[in-house]
């Protein structure tokens, strides 16, 4: 029911930065809580960051200090700013909503991310 459209991803050079965007069909104060995920080629998909109503964070321990995660309410927008971007970043990134915390959840199509000199 809820849609998730991704942008922002690209080609960077290590050390380099980018900002993605998810942007969501319907108010995101209808929705607990969101999050980015990511997957490397031939690996399963891991978090990057969540964010919940309240405002609180959490994020994977390999991507602390050099990713923020946040939202835009009145764009119905979640945000990922990357910086310090690192080779071992490249992956597809993903959106994902969770209504309740407890689901149901949604996904996007996702964003190639590559970093790369």
């Known amino acids: 029911q809820v849609q998730l459209v991704e942008s922002g991803g690209g080609l960077v050079q290590p050390g380099g930065s980018l900002r993605l965007s998810c942007a969501a069909s319907?108010?995101?104060?209808?929705?607990?809580?969101t999050g980015w995920y990511r997957q490397v080629s031939g690996k399963q998909r891991e978090l990057v960051a969540h964010?919940?109503?309240?405002?609180?964070?959490n994020y994977a321990d390999f991507v602390k200090g050099r990713f923020t995660i946040s939202r835009d309410n009145a764009k119905n927008t979640v945000y990922l700013q990357m910086n310090n971007l690192k080779p071992e970043d490249t992956a597809v990134y993903y959106c994902?909503?969770?209504?309740?915390?407890?689901?149901?959840?949604?996904w996007g199509q996702g964003t190639q991310v590559t970093v790369s000199s």
């Open positions: 994902n909503a969770d209504r309740l915390g407890i689901g149901p959840e949604y």
């Open positions: 319907e108010t995101i104060f209808s929705i607990y809580a």
């Open positions: 964010i919940n109503t309240g405002g609180r964070t």
